[in-house]
Every structure is written in structure tokens, then in C-alpha cells.
């Protein structure tokens, strides 16, 4: 063979040789990843801090993944799940940009709670579609390629961006130091003492929407417990705020079932028409399964403004100085003694014959029992006629002096103090706008599961004015540290008639309604809030400015005896006059019986008359 054939045949072996073991190369994967263990461990602790469970979303083109899919399974130190959504954490693991695109649409949910890793086993341009900061809501995400690494901006900032990363170690999302930049939120409140005192509104367009927004230049607009909690969080988040008025009648809205809410500053916070929401809102099961609630901040109690109790000044006065057991005692006593007397003078022939006429023998003994002079007697009852006088001297003066004291103090009637109370006494109560019953009151208890048959909803405060005029109806409203703030507005007029019924009938947590990304700070801050006093101090100071004279004597009872001597009035004067006239009528038909009785052998009452006078 000539030396060109030769070297042109070896040339062609070489060629097919590294041409074979290239092609085979192919198909071994690659034992080394691009990415460090320890780079790796560092990725997993900072992208998925929280997570203590992951969902694993692959791309189709496994064989280039495998060394590193297998590289986080010997890594990540919980249990992963492969494309299910149980789990706040996510990995998603492409060979491009594309495959990523196509893993982050089958997952449904990325709330602020959500963490995000994506690992793109290739290069990935600035200019990529994966960027797009509005696929991921309010998930926390960090993105790392062959080419770099990026983080998308915390969700409480708006707009949010990814930043490339020159360093692992700044993959960490930090919320230890919230600060929105001046970002603008859109809050939602209404009028709702002492919480809120916003009371003037201007109209403007907001997002392409007209709506109501209030006017807060004033500081006594700026006035409020919530109002001057939610000052705090915006100089310590650093943001800037629009409050809005919800639209219609509603305040806080209505469930209409299991997903749909109607109304009021719920409605527009579920909606994300409002970043937040405060005014008196209740940490309840129905609220909180629509809307996100932060940690309570103060425990309000629910309690009813009863009409005092009025003085006593019937007609009865006269009987207050015995009980009805002793009046009962002096009845049977004289009915006794009389049907004594009575049959004694049927048996004994020397007794008295005229006490054999039951009817003269009843009054002549309540005349005895009353006289202040010696009866004529007889040896034969004379001694019993003393002893029944002489136990009227003491009746009589044991009432006189009762009936002294008692007509110159102050008789009430029963306060109204429970529930149980509040029924018997047949009043009523309402507010503007149906409450949900079931967060106002405890309707397990037989008692107070039947308040919601006494409400009466009130269109406005002048229906609500022609009610409490009525007078049995009660004012619903809440205590806040040691005092009382009624629900609708109430005139001072009318609260001068009402204390405040002592048994709560309800009780409830005020706290902010939150977007999710606003939960965590706002939670941070309440609760340093309430540990360093400064809820209890700003709380205290508004009560002590806004708190009127009559809520404050709404818990001051008036039904006690003051010293003062009271005057007697025409109600027991006529009662008193009224029984004078009985025992007048009762004396003379026990004079007019004598008459007859002296009468029984003359021809007629008048001859008895005239014998009387001759012998004057």
C-alpha cells in the first residue's frame, strides 16, 4: 500500500473513532453537577426556609436533569411530593427557560406564604418571559441558571422586580424590616366611635372608579383608637394611605353562602379593591374564612343600656310598710278572733248578745284593734277586749313609723341586670342593619337565643329616637376599657333615662383585615404595640377626649337612697284619703246596724234618733 493510502486509511480510523466515542459520550450522563453541594444546600435553606414539605414540578427532558433532581433529593432534608399542591414550597426543575414557563401553569396556588426555587439547567436571557413578575402573585421566588441568579422583590412592594444576584448568600427574602418605599395603600373604614371619627367624604377617581374618600386634614379627623394604631403602621412600614367609605348601606357586608359575600369593607377586601380594612371589625369564623384578620388587639364586651328603674308610687303605697306575709298574718288573726268572739256568744249566756251577729262582731273588733280609747266591756270579755287593744297600740305603731320611713325615702323598681331580666321586663332592642345574631350572642343559651325574636332593625336614628321614647327599648353597644359606646348614634337626651344592664351579652376581638402580603407585618407590629402599653395608652387618651359626660353616667346607678327626704306626692296621699272614706263608709253601717239592732222593738229607727237627742 503506498504511504499516502496509508495515511489517508489511518486518518479515516482516527475520524470514526472520536466520531464513536463522542456519540457515546451522549448517552452517559454526566457525573458532576454545575452546582455545588454546598452551593445547593445554601439554595434549599434560603429559597425554602419555611417549608417543611416540597412539590416537585420536572420537565419532560429528565435525562438532562437527572444529576441534578438526584442532587436535591440527597439534599433536601423533608418530603417532597411530585406535581401536587399540598405543600407551600415548590421546586421546579427545567432545561429551559420554556419547560419552566409551561411547570409554572399547573400550579393553582401562590399566595404570600408560597416559596418558589426554579433551577433551569441552562442559559437564560435577561430579556426571558420567566421574568414576568405578575406569574408568581404573591409568592416568594428566587430563579438560578447557568448564567446568574435572581430574586423577585418582596410582595409588599409593588411593582414588583427581580434582581440578579451576584452572591448566593442574597437569595434570603427578608421581612425582619418591612419598607413599602411610600407605596400608597388603599384602605377601606367607616364611621365608628371611638375607633374611627371620620365623618366627611369628597369624591374621587380611584383606578378608573369614582368613589368616596375621607377627608382627614384635621387631626380630630385623625382622631380614633384604630385610627392612631394605623398612623404607627404606616410611619413604621413607611407607606403612604387613601382611606375609602364602602359603598351602599352596608359596613361590614353580609355572607350570602359559602363564597359569595355581599357588601361593606369585607366585600371590597376580598375583592382586592382595598389593600386594608379597619373599624371595629370582628374576629369571627365567618369573616375570617373571606378575608385574612390580623391579631386581635382589645376584647370588647356587648352590653344592653336598660331604661333605669322608675320610683315606686302606686296606689298601694300604704301597704309597703308591712310584707304581704305579715298583712296575710293580721287577716287570719282578725277573721279568727272574730269567729272566737262570735261562737262565744252563742254558748255563753252572759256574753254579750249583739256579738252573735257575726258582721257586728268583725267590725267591732277591727274598731277595738284600731281605737286609741277603752271600750265599754263587760267582766265577761273584758280582759280579752284589753289584750286585742293593747296588741293594736302595737301594730298600729309599728306601722306608722314603717310608713314614715318609707314614704319619705326612695322606692325603685327591680334593675334589670340579666338577660333572663331583660325578657321579663318585655323590652326590645335594634340597630341599623340586620347583626349576625350568632356572633352577637351565645345561642346555645336558652335565654339569650331568644334576643333575636326582641330585635327590631332601625332604618335611622330618628326611628331609633321614637323607640327609646317608647320606653322599653334597650341600646345595644359596647364596653371599651371602662366605658360605654353605643353602636348607633344616640342622642344625649336620650341617654339620660338608661344605665347599663350589669350581665354582658356577648364578647368579641377587634382586629385589621389584611391583604395576605400585609399580614405578617401588621401582626409583627400589633403585637409589639400591645406588649409595650401603647394600645392601652392611645385608647385611653381618645376616651378621655371623646367620652361625653351621659356615657359616662350610664354606669352610675340613681335608684339608691341618696339622704334626701322625699316629698310625698298626690298617688299615696289619695290612697291614704281613699282609705279613710272605707273606714268612714265601714262606721256608719256599723252604726247604722246598731241603730237597727236598738230598733228591734221600736216602730222605727227615727223614734231612736229622737230619744238620743232628748237625752244630749
Given at each position: 500500500?503506498?504511504?499516502?493510502?496509508?495515511?489517508?486509511?489511518?486518518?479515516?480510523?482516527?475520524?470514526?473513532?472520536?466520531?464513536?466515542?463522542?456519540?457515546?459520550?451522549?448517552?452517559?450522563?454526566?457525573?458532576?453537577?454545575?452546582i455545588s453541594n454546598d452551593n445547593f444546600s445554601r439554595i434549599i435553606k434560603l429559597s425554602l426556609p419555611n417549608s417543611r414539605c416540597c412539590n416537585?414540578?420536572?420537565?419532560?427532558?429528565?435525562?438532562?436533569?437527572?444529576?441534578?433532581?438526584?442532587?436535591?433529593?440527597?439534599?433536601?432534608?423533608?418530603?417532597?411530593?411530585?406535581?401536587?399542591?399540598?405543600?407551600?414550597?415548590?421546586?421546579?426543575?427545567?432545561?429551559?427557560?420554556?419547560?419552566?414557563?409551561?411547570?409554572?401553569?399547573?400550579?393553582?396556588?401562590?399566595?404570600?406564604?408560597?416559596?418558589?426555587?426554579?433551577?433551569?439547567?441552562?442559559?437564560?436571557?435577561?430579556?426571558?418571559?420567566?421574568?414576568?413578575?405578575?406569574?408568581?402573585?404573591?409568592?416568594?421566588?428566587?430563579?438560578?441558571?447557568?448564567?446568574?441568579?435572581?430574586?423577585?422583590?418582596?410582595?409588599?412592594?409593588?411593582?414588583?422586580?427581580?434582581?440578579?444576584?451576584?452572591?448566593?448568600?442574597?437569595?434570603?427574602?427578608?421581612?425582619?424590616?418591612?419598607?413599602?418605599?411610600?407605596?400608597?395603600?388603599?384602605?377601606?373604614?367607616?364611621?365608628?366611635?371611638?375607633?374611627?371619627?371620620?365623618?366627611?367624604?369628597?369624591?374621587?377617581?380611584?383606578?378608573?372608579?369614582?368613589?368616596?374618600?375621607?377627608?382627614?386634614?384635621?387631626?380630630?379627623?385623625?382622631?380614633?383608637?384604630?385610627?392612631?394604631?394605623?398612623?404607627?403602621?404606616a410611619e413604621k412600614l413607611n407607606f403612604t394611605w387613601s382611606i375609602r367609605k364602602p359603598k351602599g348601606n352596608f359596613k361590614y357586608g353580609r355572607?350570602?353562602?359559602?363564597?359569595?359575600?355581599?357588601?361593606?369593607?369585607?366585600?371590597?377586601?376580598?375583592?382586592?379593591?382595598?389593600?386594608?380594612?379597619?373599624?371595629?371589625?370582628?374576629?369571627?369564623?365567618?369573616?375570617?374564612?373571606?378575608?385574612?384578620?390580623?391579631?386581635?388587639?382589645?376584647?370588647?364586651?356587648?352590653?344592653?343600656?336598660?331604661?333605669?328603674?322608675?320610683?315606686?308610687?302606686?296606689?298601694?303605697?300604704?301597704?309597703?310598710?308591712?310584707?304581704?306575709?305579715?298583712?296575710?298574718?293580721?287577716?287570719?288573726?282578725?277573721?279568727?278572733?272574730?269567729?272566737?268572739?262570735?261562737?262565744?256568744?252563742?254558748?255563753?249566756?252572759?256574753?254579750?248578745?249583739?256579738?252573735?251577729?257575726?258582721?257586728?262582731?268583725?267590725?267591732?273588733?277591727?274598731?277595738?284593734?284600731?281605737?286609741?280609747?277603752?271600750?265599754?266591756?263587760?267582766?265577761?270579755?273584758?280582759?280579752?277586749?284589753?289584750?286585742?287593744?293593747?296588741?293594736?297600740?302595737?301594730?298600729?305603731?309599728?306601722?306608722?313609723?314603717?310608713?314614715?320611713?318609707?314614704?319619705?325615702?326612695?322606692?325603685?323598681?327591680?334593675?334589670?341586670?340579666?338577660?333572663?331580666?331583660?325578657?321579663?321586663?318585655?323590652?326590645?332592642?335594634?340597630?341599623?342593619?340586620?347583626?349576625?345574631?350568632?356572633?352577637?350572642?351565645?345561642?346555645?343559651?336558652?335565654?339569650?337565643?331568644?334576643?333575636?325574636?326582641?330585635?327590631?332593625?332601625?332604618?335611622?336614628?330618628?326611628?331609633?329616637?321614637?323607640?327609646?321614647?317608647?320606653?322599653?327599648?334597650?341600646i345595644i353597644g359596647k364596653i371599651i376599657d371602662t366605658c360605654f359606646f353605643p353602636e348607633n348614634n344616640v342622642t344625649n337626651e336620650d341617654l339620660?333615662?338608661?344605665?347599663?344592664?350589669?350581665?354582658?351579652?356577648?364578647?368579641?376581638?377587634?382586629?385589621?383585615?389584611?391583604?395576605?402580603?400585609?399580614?405578617?407585618?401588621?401582626?409583627?407590629?400589633?403585637?409589639?404595640?400591645?406588649?409595650?402599653?401603647?394600645?392601652?395608652?392611645?385608647?385611653?387618651?381618645?376616651?378621655?377626649?371623646?367620652?361625653?359626660?351621659?356615657?359616662?353616667?350610664?354606669?352610675?346607678?340613681?335608684?339608691?337612697?341618696?339622704?334626701?327626704?322625699?316629698?310625698?306626692?298626690?298617688?299615696?296621699?289619695?290612697?291614704?284619703?281613699?282609705?279613710?272614706?272605707?273606714?268612714?263608709?265601714?262606721?256608719?253601717?256599723?252604726?247604722?246596724?246598731?241603730?237597727?239592732?236598738?230598733?228591734?222593738?221600736?216602730?222605727?229607727?227615727?223614734?231612736?234618733?229622737?230619744?238620743?237627742?232628748?237625752?244630749?
Amino acid at each position: 500500500m503506498k504511504p499516502d493510502m496509508h495515511k489517508t486509511f489511518y486518518t479515516f480510523l482516527l475520524f470514526l473513532f472520536t466520531a464513536t466515542a463522542k456519540r457515546n459520550a451522549m448517552f452517559v450522563p454526566k457525573s458532576e453537577s454545575w452546582i455545588s453541594n454546598d452551593n445547593f444546600s445554601r439554595i434549599i435553606k434560603l429559597s425554602l426556609p419555611n417549608s417543611r414539605c416540597c412539590n416537585v414540578f420536572l420537565s419532560d427532558s429528565i435525562e438532562d436533569l437527572e444529576v441534578l433532581f438526584r442532587q436535591f433529593r440527597s439534599i433536601y432534608p423533608y418530603e417532597y411530593l411530585l406535581k401536587r399542591n399540598e405543600c407551600d414550597g415548590y421546586f421546579l426543575l427545567g432545561s429551559s427557560d420554556t419547560d419552566v414557563m409551561e411547570l409554572i401553569s399547573k400550579i393553582s396556588s401562590l399566595q404570600p406564604q408560597t416559596e418558589v426555587l426554579i433551577i433551569i439547567n441552562s442559559i437564560v436571557s435577561n430579556d426571558s418571559s420567566i421574568f414576568n413578575s405578575s406569574l408568581y402573585r404573591d409568592a416568594d421566588v428566587n430563579i438560578v441558571s447557568m448564567s446568574g441568579i435572581w430574586k423577585l422583590s418582596e410582595n409588599y412592594l409593588k411593582p414588583r422586580i427581580f434582581t440578579k444576584l451576584e452572591r448566593y448568600e442574597d437569595m434570603a427574602h427578608d421581612y425582619s424590616k418591612m419598607n413599602f418605599r411610600g407605596r400608597e395603600m388603599q384602605v377601606c373604614s367607616i364611621f365608628r366611635p371611638p375607633m374611627t371619627y371620620f365623618n366627611r367624604t369628597v369624591n374621587k377617581t380611584i383606578d378608573g372608579v369614582l368613589t368616596e374618600v375621607f377627608i382627614t386634614d384635621r387631626d380630630l379627623d385623625k382622631d380614633g383608637v384604630e385610627m392612631q394604631l394605623f398612623l404607627i403602621m404606616a410611619e413604621k412600614l413607611n407607606f403612604t394611605w387613601s382611606i375609602r367609605k364602602p359603598k351602599g348601606n352596608f359596613k361590614y357586608g353580609r355572607r350570602v353562602n359559602e363564597t359569595v359575600w355581599k357588601g361593606g369593607m369585607i366585600e371590597m377586601l376580598h375583592k382586592k379593591q382595598v389593600d386594608m380594612a379597619f373599624g371595629s371589625i370582628w374576629l369571627t369564623h365567618d369573616q375570617y374564612k373571606f378575608i385574612n384578620l390580623s391579631e386581635a388587639w382589645y376584647q370588647v364586651y356587648l352590653h344592653f343600656l336598660v331604661p333605669r328603674p322608675r320610683r315606686t308610687t302606686s296606689f298601694w303605697a300604704l301597704a309597703r310598710p308591712f310584707s304581704t306575709n305579715v298583712w296575710y298574718l293580721l287577716v287570719s288573726v282578725i277573721i279568727t278572733h272574730s269567729l272566737y268572739t262570735w261562737t262565744r256568744a252563742w254558748i255563753d249566756p252572759k256574753y254579750p248578745k249583739r256579738f252573735r251577729n257575726f258582721l257586728i262582731t268583725l267590725t267591732d273588733l277591727i274598731g277595738y284593734l284600731l281605737s286609741s280609747t277603752v271600750p265599754k266591756t263587760i267582766a265577761n270579755n273584758k280582759l280579752q277586749i284589753l289584750l286585742w287593744q293593747t296588741a293594736g297600740w302595737l301594730i298600729i305603731t309599728a306601722y306608722c313609723s314603717s310608713l314614715a320611713a318609707s314614704l319619705a325615702g326612695s322606692e325603685y323598681e327591680p334593675r334589670i341586670d340579666t338577660i333572663k331580666q331583660f325578657l321579663d321586663a318585655n323590652l326590645w332592642w335594634g340597630e341599623e342593619g340586620p347583626p349576625p345574631f350568632r356572633d352577637y350572642f351565645d345561642l346555645m343559651d336558652p335565654y339569650a337565643a331568644q334576643l333575636p325574636s326582641r330585635y327590631i332593625n332601625t332604618e335611622n336614628s330618628t326611628q331609633t329616637e321614637a323607640l327609646i321614647k317608647r320606653g322599653n327599648f334597650a341600646i345595644i353597644g359596647k364596653i371599651i376599657d371602662t366605658c360605654f359606646f353605643p353602636e348607633n348614634n344616640v342622642t344625649n337626651e336620650d341617654l339620660k333615662n338608661y344605665r347599663l344592664m350589669r350581665h354582658s351579652v356577648g364578647h368579641h376581638y377587634a382586629a385589621f383585615a389584611v391583604q395576605p402580603w400585609l399580614l405578617v407585618p401588621v401582626n409583627r407590629l400589633i403585637l409589639w404595640l400591645r406588649e409595650t402599653g401603647i394600645t392601652i395608652w392611645h385608647l385611653r387618651n381618645v376616651i378621655r377626649k371623646r367620652n361625653n359626660y351621659n356615657l359616662r353616667k350610664v354606669l352610675v346607678e340613681q335608684d339608691g337612697y341618696d339622704g334626701s327626704t322625699q316629698v310625698l306626692g298626690l298617688t299615696p296621699l289619695g290612697a291614704g284619703f281613699s282609705l279613710l272614706l272605707v273606714g268612714l263608709s265601714m262606721s256608719m253601717l256599723v252604726f247604722y246596724l246598731e241603730l237597727k239592732y236598738a230598733a228591734r222593738k221600736s216602730n222605727s229607727i227615727r223614734d231612736i234618733l229622737r230619744d238620743i237627742d232628748k237625752k244630749r
